[in-house]
């Protein structure tokens, strides 16, 4: 059974190791090897310790067996470099989202973005987005789940692109799924 909770302190570092190896997954073909580097855990730590402690920021961890295999990052829509779109309308953003490989298919990473829509849709909030880089070769999973392109950008120079959902209640799945508050 999947189980998404809330992060706690302890996590962190599980978090920050996870973020790193999603990284190297999805963007190590394109991205610099400083820019890699600069994702080490123990350097990253204290922003995802800052994060935790902002109330504006919202941090799930899931799991498929006994121990966490993936996180998402999320809060309010942050300022971004928009060369053709809109984020007009939308009001909650997903920062990162990464799950372990060996669970990649299983439902893990729409299970996480279904439990932050339900917080979400619970807090008022009605629109969710996020930014996936061009290349990204994981884009393909936000368009299976019903993500609309609805903007295009540029973040430290590496092109990207938007996906939007206006109903947040279309992305909360039911099944098979445990979330504890």
Sequence with gaps: MTTIRPATEADLPV?????????????????????????????????????LADPKKLILVGSVG???????????VKDHDIRKGSLTGFDCEIYSLHTRERVQGKGLGRALISAAATHWAAA??????????????????????????????????????????????????????????
Aim: proline content about 5%.
């Design 15 to 51: 978090i920050a190791e996870i973020h790193l190896k999603g990284w190297e997954l999805a963007y190590g073909a394109f991205l610099p090897a400083d820019q890699l580097a600069a994702m080490q855990p123990a350097k990253r730590l204290p922003l995802w310790q800052g994060w």
């Design 66 to 76: 006994s121990e966490i295999d993936g996180f998402m990052l999320g809060g309010p």
């Design 124 to 181: 008022g909030k009605s629109a969710l987005m996020l930014w996936a880089y061009s290349d990204n070769a994981y884009r393909k999973f936000y368009e299976k789940i019903g993500g609309d392109l609805i903007a295009e950008g540029i973040d430290d120079g590496i092109p990207d692109v938007a996906y939007g959902w206006r109903d947040l209640t279309a992305l909360n799945v039911q099944t098979g799924m445990q979330h504890v508050s």
